[in-house]
């Protein structure tokens, strides 16, 4: 098959890779349908970790079933299905628990950015949509792999109920995804903080009631403004930096709550402040597998349509295109079809 | 009147102060039926909080209302009243939200280790008792002023729900009122981490299944061999230390709540570690005033006997020696009386 390789900080390639087995009897293999390129990815694109030989990357998602172990035994071949960035097995106390990336039993995805994926724990892991989707819809299902999955976490991490404030730290994918997920889940206002314009478009799109371009002290105090003077019940932070995660911190009401849902990166929490606010605190990678009936059904309904936040479609042979797109903030989020 | 000031680290004095007045005419004057001494206490008394010049201190008390201001409305004097170590309005949104102590009105109780002392706020503040409490109940009825209320707050911002398996770190006061909490809020587990023989027996009665005295790696592994392997699903964390944070974060199955209701000294946030466990973490100085009319209900009741945590009462002009025996650890926690 042809799939993607990093070598290297800015240097994606695609090509030849071996084709993808079963190798335990819990795995499928799935021929990918669609994948794409997250904010996750760039980390190691921009030489955020270290890379000490090519590796394959990609953690997104849906595809048909190509084959299955000997144990799988609610998969068949040709079903449609979408599978989180963990692998996990959906039967232990943790994963009942809707914490299915926090399961002892987990195996990080990699290698999605190709053709076929070799995917473990399958039964655990891949949920089939009911029937065959239309093209159309194959993006808003793409985006439950995770981006719409690490949205809707944010929003459930941090409690949002009908009726609060919501404000949303960080207009990426996962953070557009975020706003429609709070308004989903019955926020009266969503604040956006957004500088970007394409990206306040959508956020309004999504829900989103008012926007927020300023940033440090100065956010904080709009978001106060637009809070009656107390800072936002819910305040999803979906960036995953020290700068973001303060200015989180520092716009929920006392005793409000914030999640985070982007891997940190050097953040330094106040304890004193978190304190000395009563803010609820919840974060980690989002529990996507938890989401994805619930999701998909909402997408097959029409309900939502996350797959708005691709903004550009390229062929899989370009993925490093899409990589240069992403990172010079060209595009909010690349599709990749093989 | 007389009352207690703080000089000096280890320099506590009892003396001739002023009398407390009706300054603002939404106060009360309160004649100090008890007070005690607080871990909290033990800060400064220790010198971990520079003292510049003799301070007031205590904050825990209950008594009769002396007298009242011209805006006080629903107290009047010769009530038995309880109060917070804040005291706040009661009627804005962050009070009506059950965050008392984050109130935008709040005032800092000290002064408490005196004779009578000025509360502000009074409407707010104090809650009285349904009649005069018989002499014996005084020592419950004291606790709901802090340590209680605050071994409450620990159970409830780690949502302590019937069935759960929770673990406290800390032995103190405010530990011990917390494995109360817990289980009067339906834990099915209660362990206790503590290494003190007394402190354990008072642990057990106040519904602990289980005694860990071992601390660190060992601790952490302790408690996960009581709850199946996984940690526990709620840790209180009475302390405030960072080694005891860290100890309670470990402690806590993958998706679990650690609360921390002890004023943070050194604490450093595990932020990744935080974030890969998907712990919910909530903590702050605990609205006690929330929870005052539940909790005189339960002592009023004899449903609860919190009161026990006083294994040494003296007078109050012995206050000195009520802090030595605290710091010696030689009393879990001093009742002083006027």
Redesign the interface.
């Known amino acids: 098959m042809r799939g993607t390789l990093i070598h290297a900080p800015r240097d994606i390639r695609f090509g030849d890779r071996p084709d993808p087995k079963i190798v335990e009897p819990t795995d499928a293999v799935v021929r990918i349908a669609a994948t794409c390129v997250c904010g996750t990815d760039l980390w190691p694109y921009r030489g955020a970790n270290p890379i000490t030989e090519p590796a394959p990357i990609g953690h997104e998602y849906v595809g048909h079933v190509e084959a299955v172990g000997s144990e799988v035994a609610n998969l068949r071949p040709g079903q449609f299905v979408i599978g989180s960035f963990f692998a996990s097995d959906n039967t232990c ?2 994963c009942h ?3 299915q ?2 399961c002892p039993n987990r195996q990080v995805m990699t290698g999605c950015q190709s053709e076929y994926v070799r995917v473990p724990l399958a039964d655990g892991t891949l949920v089939a949509t009911p029937d065959e989707p239309d093209a159309a819809m194959i993006p808003d299902l793409l985006t439950l792999s995770d981006v719409m999955g690490t949205g809707w976490y944010a929003a459930v ?1 941090a409690d949002v109920k009908p009726g609060m404030t919501v404000a949303v730290v960080g207009d990426g994918a996962v953070g557009l995804c975020a706003v429609l997920a709070a308004r989903e889940l019955g926020a009266a206002q969503v604040i956006a903080m957004s500088r970007h314009t394409p990206r306040q478009k959508l956020a309004i799109e999504f829900g989103a009631a008012d926007i927020v371009t300023e940033r440090g002290d100065e956010g904080v105090e709009r978001v106060k403004e637009l809070t ?1 003077g ?1 800072g936002a019940d819910a305040v999803l932070e979906c960036v995953g930096t020290d700068e973001s995660m303060h200015q989180a911190v520092r716009s929920a ?3 409000g709550n914030v999640s ?1 849902v982007g ?2 990166h050097g ?3 106040p ?2 402040e ?12 989002a ?1 996507v597998r938890a989401f994805l009936p619930e999701l998909i059904d909402r997408v097959w309904h029409g309900t939502i349509s996350p797959g708005k936040v691709f903004d550009l479609t390229l062929p899989l042979d370009q993925v490093a295109e899409g990589y240069r797109a992403m990172d010079e903030r060209r595009a909010i989020k690349v599709l990749l079809q093989p």
Not at 274 to 285: A, I, K, Q
């Open positions: 106390p943790i628990a809707g914490y990336t926090s991490a009656d107390l009401r006392p005793g985070f891997v940190p953040v330094n929490l304890i004193t978190l304190f000395y606010s009563h803010l609820g605190l919840r974060g980690g990678p529990p």
